[in-house]
């Protein structure tokens, strides 16, 4: 497995010398990704601002004429329901309901120029995801593919599993509360490790809604949640009572004896997945580390108010304990329950009554909390949706899926506070700058990581591919 790391001369044709010499080499003299690293003198993770990363993914696609971009000025049925409110942030046009993030504006950048041409909700939260786009045209699909692009949580769990690392947590890549989809019966794509491997898939968590109350908007995303509700598990991992330590260790006996025979018939990579895979099952089942991160009992009752007592706000809070605990990143989904959700096609009701303000208490909490245990300078916050809305609003103040221009919010990790980057027209509809493309957006992610935006990672073939395809990072953004 050849993997290149750092930016190097290319020939005519597109390819280094060195990689040349190196595809030649590996292969020859079985070299892997920590020798590669270290015949470079190179290690990921070492020169970035961000340990980590708290990606909170806004499924649906928010409206930025309602949240971060507000235009009081355009006409009627463009500019919103909703009142702007002053900030910390020079010229930031914020909700009225989005005032506790007013208040740690100063704290945050907000981007206003994102830009994509895929107005899907698959691919586009593939794309954003992955910084890649998806090879399935618009609307031509609701689930995760093997042959998808890599998210970037499963590139950074596959970067440090093949690399040094004295993290205490058996997996560096945490999706919370539930895989994308899982509450509408899908597996959105955009999350996982495609043709990176399923070995470098993120550990997810599973919350389920309660059993007596029906599947609608209110139930368990934006009602009260008792904590019998909010009881975090493996997806996949029975429970402690299900399996003893003494039963789990006959059964890797077991196990490890049909491997040993199997592999003397089956030499494919398909073996090594599976032994990957299992021994990170066996780690995670016996990890007192996880378990006491997934007990979100043990936060105060007080903080826990303060982040919402509701499935985005205590995941969120959730986010920080894994950070805490070691993970590198962690996706947050702010999933659809009733098909819509941030998808708001129909009023504007959801996101004054539940949306917004849900969102505002999280990232406000989160930023907060954060910073007042020092952890902010190493934690990189991003909170964004796949898409925008459309300007001009229908009869019940709804807005259609608009890609062509959105919002993104960065904290943390260097990023600059209390700023603002981009720009839009006059109705919020079309950057008025240079826009910013998720390819960009990956490439600055990985940036705060201290991963070389050049990095190439062997696909299914075994040929060097790039993580991100013409991306930039934004270092104006950073302090």
């Known amino acids: 497995m050849l993997t290149v790391w750092g930016r190097t001369q290319q020939t005519c044709d597109g390819i280094s010398r060195r990689r040349l010499i190196q595809a030649g080499g590996a292969g020859l003299l079985g070299l892997n990704l920590p020798k590669v690293l270290a015949a470079e003198d190179q290690q990921p993770f070492v020169s970035g601002r961000a340990k980590s990363v708290i990606f909170l993914f806004l499924f649906g696609g928010p409206s930025q004429l309602e949240t971060f971009d507000m235009k009081p000025e355009a006409p009627d049925q463009i500019r919103g329901p909703f009142k702007p409110i002053d900030s910390r942030t020079p010229g930031l046009r914020i909700s009225e309901h989005l005032s506790r993030s007013a208040q740690v504006s100063d704290k945050f950048c907000v981007l206003r120029n994102l830009s994509h041409k895929y107005n899907d909700h698959s691919g586009g939260g593939h794309y954003i995801q992955t910084g890649r786009k998806w090879n399935i045209p618009i609307g031509g699909g609701f689930n995760a593919l093997p042959t998808d692009w890599p998210s970037m949580g499963s590139v950074v769990e596959y970067l440090s599993q093949h690399t040094p690392d004295q993290r205490a947590l058996p997996s560096n890549y945490m ?59 493996i997806q996949g991992m029975v429970s402690q009572k299900e399996m003893s330590l003494n039963r789990l260790d006959r059964r890797r006996s077991l196990l490890e004896q049909f491997d040993d025979q199997r592999r003397s018939f089956d030499k494919s990579g398909n073996i090594s997945e599976y032994s990957q895979m299992q021994e990170k099952a066996f780690s995670l089942v016996t990890s007192s580390n996880i378990k006491d991160a997934l007990n979100i009992r043990q936060e105060p009752a007080k903080l826990r108010d303060q982040y919402g007592r509701n499935l985005f706000g205590q995941s969120t809070l959730m986010a920080r304990r894994m950070v805490e605990a070691g993970a590198r990143f962690v996706t947050v989904n702010w999933d659809c329950v009733d098909g819509y959700s941030w998808d708001s096609h129909r009023s504007s009701h959801y996101l004054e009554n539940h949306l917004i303000p849900g969102l505002d208490q999280a990232l406000a909490s989160l930023i907060t909390d954060l910073d007042e245990r020092g952890l902010l300078d190493e934690t990189l916050v991003v909170a964004m949706g796949e898409m925008g809305r459309t300007p001009k609003a229908n009869g019940k103040w709804g807005r259609g899926h608009w890609s062509t221009l959105f919002p993104a919010v960065m904290a943390g990790a260097g990023i600059r506070g209390g700023s603002l980057y981009g720009g839009s027209d006059k109705d919020a509809a079309y950057s008025v700058s240079q826009p910013t493309s998720p390819e960009d957006m990956a490439a600055t992610i990985y940036h705060a990581l201290g991963i070389d935006v050049e990095l190439r990672l062997p696909d299914a073939q075994g040929r060097p591919t790039h993580i991100v395809q013409g991306g930039k990072p934004i270092t104006e953004i950073f302090a």
Request: proline letters at 7%; charged letters at 20%; a neutral charge.
């Open 175 to 233: 999706v919370l509360p539930n895989y994308l989809g899982r509450l509408q019966g899908y597996q959105r794509p955009g999350e996982y490790a495609g043709w990176l491997g399923r070995g470098y898939n993120g550990l997810t968590t599973q919350v389920g809604k309660a059993p007596d109350k029906p599947n609608t908007a209110d139930n368990l995303y934006f009602r009260n949640c008792v904590d019998e509700e909010l009881t975090y598990q």
